[in-house]
């Protein structure tokens, strides 16, 4: 009897010493595997009811994703791809098209492409929104931007009453198609948008040319 506690006593000694080691190791090696989560929900441009969280990690080379990077800050420009990807602790997920303007600095390995994990929402194509939204410029004149920036250049002056084709936007930037199809950005307040129309715009990257049709 006493042999069978002393066997019983060191597979459960074994055994607890197994989890910890499990768990432990999981927690050290995580990182190494998936990268370091950026929680982007206080900076995001996106609506506050959409949790967004990206992924910083290497994915397969088949994977088409656009964005631009540095060593360490990734700027989410486009996500398209057929591919299934692993997400975060879950099961795959197809992703069509997602857009984001913010900079995720990322602490964790940073030598791949860029994923999107859970709890991120996936927004229309631009090229689909052509035509379904126009909004009028309300104000005497208003810049017409090549980047959402005030402090460049402008492309052209917008005059009241001017129809615009409405592509997306990046925070409080439009980016419009203005008559002889000049592609820029331009600020809302300067355009008669109404909030669920604003609302159901993508978000773009900064150069909508390369959205064009």
Known sequence: MLGRRVIGAFFAVVLIIAVVTFVLGYLLLRPLFYGETTDLSDISPFAS??????????????????????????????????TRLDQLGGSPMSVNQ?????????????????F???QISILPSAEA?????????IVDTADLLPIPDPRVTPL??????????LLGRCKNWIAVIAPGGTHGWVEREFID??????????WLPLDPARLRP
Do not use: K
């Open 49 to 82: 009811e959409n949790a967004i969280r990206a992924i910083v990690d290497s994915v397969d080379a088949s994977v088409n994703a656009i964005q631009i990077a540095t060593v360490d800050d990734i700027e989410l420009i486009a996500y398209s791809s057929n």
């Open 129 to 137: 929104t052509v035509g379904t939204f126009r909004a009028d410029v």
């Open 156 to 165: 052209t002056s917008l005059t009241r009453g001017m129809r615009l084709d």
């Open 193 to 202: 948008l109404a909030d669920d129309q604003l609302n159901r715009l993508p």
């Open 116 to 118: 999107i994990a859970d």
């Open 98 to 114: 997602i857009y984001q303007c913010a900079i995720v600095t990322a602490t964790g390995r940073v030598d791949g492409t860029t």
